[in-house]
């Protein structure tokens, strides 16, 4: 499934990332919990491109706090969206929809 979206990232109460009316946070779980947790994301700011990976989407427990966040290939997504929040982004997500798991 391939989604292209945009506007601004919002951190809502629940802890959840929307984009416009776009529910980040639950394409990012429904990756996560397939059987095929493989993402090609993209994301941008106006011309700067801030995340671009294609690999595994995994959950990793931080060190410092007691919460576990998002990874790509090792690289923080999750520091990169809290960063963001706030700002008009644009999103290109691209994975394989699972029929097992699905929130959306």
């Not at 802890?15 to 919990?33: A, C, K, P, R, T």
Request: proline content about 0%.
């Amino acid at each position: 499934m391939k989604n292209n979206f945009s506007g601004i990232l919002e951190y809502n109460d629940n802890g959840q990332y929307v984009v416009g009316n776009v529910n980040l946070s639950q394409i990012l779980d429904e990756v996560y919990y397939s059987n095929n947790n493989i993402i090609n994301i993209k994301i941008y700011e106006g011309t700067k491109t801030l995340f671009i990976e294609d690999g595994y989407l995994t959950r990793r427990k931080s060190d410092i706090v007691d919460i576990y966040s998002y990874h790509v290939n090792s690289f923080g997504l999750e520091d990169l969206l809290f960063d963001t929040a706030g700002k008009y982004i644009i999103v290109e997500v691209e994975y394989e929809q699972s029929g097992k798991y699905s929130l959306l």
